[in-house]
């Protein structure tokens, strides 16, 4: 059965500090992962990831891949209080296979001013 | 707006209803797809479509849930005979690619808050 595990779970921080989200995966036929901002009801796009070790930036926030070891990371920088929301992490598959994306559970990350 | 729509927004339902979500994808994008999504819980797959034809709908929880997509373009995800596990937001995301053909990006809409009591 396909997994997605992110943890921690939920993490509160001060505004300014460094954070870094994790993701771990076991899926058959791998493509690619992604990474999404949840504030209110749909998740927002920040990420995609396909080769291992290519660190793809935007702003404050970026993130890596490593396909040997089958996790991903997701770190922000200089966190503000607007960062505050649920971090999904979801795995692609290729081929045949038509079930969407494999969701995590997500990190609820709190920034306090 | 050029984003995808979902209504109504927020749907109460009594138990035993009869229910009828609504997703309007984003104009030429070929896949569709509806999630479920728990409270705490990251979104569920259900099913998917490419254009008209549903090619995937092993994530249905039973048999009381059907989709639709007659003219490849909205979609309407219906319960019947809800039930209190039912309650949940369901999502509803288009994409531009066949699956399969390269990787791609899903587009989410606001999602259907249902609570059924």
């Known amino acids: 059965e396909d997994k997605v595990v992110q943890s921690p779970l939920s993490l509160v921080v001060h505004e300014g500090d460094t954070v870094t989200l994790n993701c771990s995966y076991e899926v058959t036929n791998f493509r690619s992962l992604l990474w999404y901002k949840q504030e209110k009801k749909a998740p927002t796009f920040l990420f995609m990831l396909?080769?291992?070790?290519i660190e793809k930036k935007s702003g404050r926030l970026s993130s890596i891949l490593d396909k040997k070891e089958l996790f991903s990371i997701l770190n922000i920088t200089a966190t503000q209080t607007g960062d505050s929301a649920v971090y999904l992490c979801?795995?692609?598959?290729?081929?045949?296979?038509?079930?969407?994306?494999?969701f995590g559970k997500g990190t609820h990350l709190i920034i306090q001013p | 707006g050029a984003g995808v729509s979902q209504s109504p927004r927020y749907k109460v339902a009594k138990r035993g209803q009869d229910v009828a979500l609504r997703c309007d994808p984003i104009?030429?994008?070929?896949?569709l797809f509806w999630y479920q999504q728990a409270l705490g819980q990251g979104p569920e797959f259900l099913t998917y479509?490419?254009?008209?034809?549903?090619?995937?709908k092993s994530g249905l929880p039973s048999d009381r849930f059907f989709a639709e997509r007659p003219e490849g373009s909205v979609s309407t995800l219906k319960i019947q005979r809800t039930q209190q596990e039912d309650s949940a937001v369901y999502l509803c995301?288009?994409?531009?690619?066949?699956?399969?053909?390269?990787?791609?990006?899903?587009?989410f809409g606001p999602g259907t808050r249902l609570t059924v009591t």
């Open positions: 479509f490419q254009n008209e034809a549903q090619l995937d």
């Open positions: 995301a288009s994409s531009r690619n066949n699956l399969g053909t390269g990787s791609y990006e899903q587009y």
């Open positions: 396909t080769s291992s070790g």
């Open positions: 979801a795995v692609e598959k290729t081929g045949g296979g038509a079930d969407g994306l494999t």
């Open positions: 104009s030429g994008h070929v896949s």
